[in-house]
């Protein structure tokens, strides 16, 4: 099992829910964060110059999914939540050692 982290714009979310609910996907987690990349929040960077980080507000997606669909989710994400603009987000992906259903003591892929 996979897991993909993907922090997007607020905005994307219902986009890309709607993309990654097409592929299938059972279920997945988010979270409203606040970050930064290399732009430290801001439009433009400043050389030399010094300046406060500013953490921008984006949202969090944790989904797990069998290995074989880890593509798939990647590609809907790429595709959905990309406008071309600095700030567009990251796409984490690792693996994952073992999933449990609480209910019903399942493991591994059948429990996603
Ligand atoms: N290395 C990182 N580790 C953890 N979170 C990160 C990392 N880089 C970016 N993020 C998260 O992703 C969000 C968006 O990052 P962003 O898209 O600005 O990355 P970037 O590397 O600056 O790329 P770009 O040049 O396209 O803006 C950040 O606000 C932060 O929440
Ligand atoms: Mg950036």
Redesign the pocket.
């Known amino acids: 099992m996979k897991k993909i982290e993907a ?1 997007i714009r607020p905005f994307k979310l219902d986009e890309v829910k709607e993309a990654l609910l097409e592929e299938g996907i059972k279920g997945m987690t988010i979270s409203e ?7 430290k ?1 801001h439009k433009e960077t400043f050389r030399g110059s010094e300046y406060q980080i500013e ?2 507000p ?1 949202i ?1 997606l944790e989904i797990i999914v069998e290995e074989s669909l880890a593509e798939v989710v990647i590609s809907a994400i790429l595709r959905t939540a990309k406008t071309g ?6 796409i ?1 992906v690792s693996n994952i050692e073992d999933a449990i259903r609480i209910r019903t003591d399942e493991s591994g892929p059948s429990a996603l």
């Open positions: 922090i964060v606040r970050g930064y990349g290399r732009q929040g953490f921008v984006k969090k603009q600095v700030g567009d987000g990251k984490f």
